[in-house]
């Protein structure tokens, strides 16, 4: 089922350097993408999804206002995930376009009354020329993430919770193991008593049957 996430306005990757640009050699191995909410909406965040685009590492980093809080007060950064690793190895393909769910009880801190949400993003491999995340949707609570594989469905679910959906349906390994076990003997009990005698295909007693036989 598709889903309607969060309405939001999300900057394009910008790279960052440190000392001075002309002397810089290569890309930047760091970019940034602010998510904001029009007219200072603030938001309880469920799940932040995205599809990767070469992207190693990933940080985010949101501001929260509080009701307490006066309308002119800055808010304080928070970290919520700090180094996700998205590829295993930064040099090479695997995880570089995986899709990824990131839910609220997975984040170091809070995810209520969310004003604005930074990710940062890492590749140091120069490997890539260019790197970023790609549909990237922030979800309330009480709606779910549209299907986009099964390790996505079971992304959420703890480890037990996943043993019992990937067994749910399945034939009793128990019953399965004593069946084969039957089988095993039967084979080697028909071994056994097999005949050494030479049969052939469609021959009785040596003569063939003319009823047996196929003319081309």
Partial sequence: MA??????????????????????????GVCVIDVTFPK??????????????????????????RPSEPVAHTAAWRTCVRNLRLMPNPHTEEGAQDYVSLYRHQMLCD?????????????????????????LQINQPGKQSPQKGFSWCLSHLS???????????????????SEVQQMWALTEVMRANQSTASVGRF????????????YT
């Fill in 203 to 214: 021959d009785v007693d040596g003569c063939y049957d003319i009823n047996l036989l196929s």
């Fill in 3 to 28: 889903q309607e996430s969060v309405p939001c306005t999300i900057s394009a990757p910008v790279p960052l350097q440190v000392g001075d640009v002309k002397m810089k050699q290569g890309r930047p």
């Fill in 40 to 65: 200072s909406q603030v938001v309880d965040v469920q799940e932040i999804t995205f599809k990767n685009y070469y992207t190693a590492f990933l940080t985010v980093r949101i501001q929260q206002k």
């Fill in 159 to 177: 480890d037990q919770e996943q043993l019992q959906t990937l067994h749910k349906g399945l034939p009793d390994p128990n019953k399965i193991s």
């Fill in 111 to 135: 995810m209520d009354n969310v004003t604005f949400i930074r990710l940062i993003l890492r590749q140091p491999s120069p490997v890539w020329l260019n790197f970023t995340l790609e549909e």
